[in-house]
């Protein structure tokens, strides 16, 4: 075991009480003189005895004094040693308290873990269902009997190529490859290029460590309207004119 698993174990160890394989193990570790462990036992021993040396002291009730001295045959209470039986009622005491410390160290640990894990499969169930709603939106515009399809990139050696599907009532689907991942910083940004007028931002992506991409600018798309569709390199936040000249570009 290392050092992390055996912390949660030291004041059991400093009072006596711990449990083998865990004693074994800070048994070991303190003999080689761990870094970690030996202070660690030793502040567990100082934490102890101030637990010990600050509690308070107990002085019986009456009654209680009578009764136990009845059931022992009626002693008299000058040959009734009453100090082992407090010093034992406090070390149960102070034993108990740092099991229960320990134990809830232990819970809150294990808390946090299943917090962290529980919002780590959140975020994948969110991740699963976005590339869910992304895939079903692409097969959508691939089925449409009206998409209108143009191919990009046959002409230079190894350019990024591929196919744009355009569908007057689903939206845009860029399907690529030979694109590699955009520099750190960067992000590809495409655009919808209107007859005469601005570029039109359509939506940020990435490609593949494959160089494959598959990008969707879901919603109406005015074919008769569009003069290409287009994608550019621009900053991670992306940007509202295009950055020129583009990687590659469609035309319809």
Not at 94 to 121: K, T
């Amino acid at each position: 075991m290392n050092c992390d698993e055996l912390r949660d174990d030291y004041e059991l160890y400093a009072l006596g009480i711990a449990e083998d394989p865990e004693a074994g193990e800070i048994r070991a570790h303190l003999e080689r003189n761990c870094p970690i462990c030996v202070p660690g036992v030793r502040t567990a021993r100082q934490l102890t005895s101030l637990l010990g040396a600050s509690a308070p002291e107990v002085v019986p009730p009456a009654r209680l004094r009578k009764r136990v001295l009845a059931v022992a045959g009626g002693q008299k209470a000058s040959l009734w040693n009453w100090s082992p039986v407090w010093a034992a009622v406090a070390a149960g005491a102070l034993i108990a308290a740092v099991i229960f410390n320990v134990r809830g160290q232990r819970a809150s640990a294990e808390l946090q873990q299943a917090a962290a894990q529980l919002q780590q499969l959140q975020a994948e169930s969110a991740n699963q269902t976005r590339e869910l709603a992304r895939l079903n939106e692409a097969f959508a515009i691939l089925n449409q009997p009206d998409a209108k399809q143009v191919v990009f990139g046959g002409a230079a050696p190894q350019p990024p190529r591929g196919r744009v599907f355009l569908d007057p009532k689903r939206g845009v689907l860029l399907l690529a490859s030979n694109l590699p991942p955009a520099p750190a910083g960067k992000i590809y940004e495409m655009w919808v290029i209107p007859k005469g007028g601005a570029p039109v931002p359509a939506g940020l992506f990435q490609s593949s460590a494959d160089g494959t991409a598959l990008h969707v600018l879901p919603g109406p798309v005015n074919l008769a309207g569009t003069a290409a569709v287009a994608v550019t390199v621009e900053v991670a936040a992306g940007a509202t004119v295009p950055n020129l000249p583009p990687v590659f570009a469609a035309a319809l």
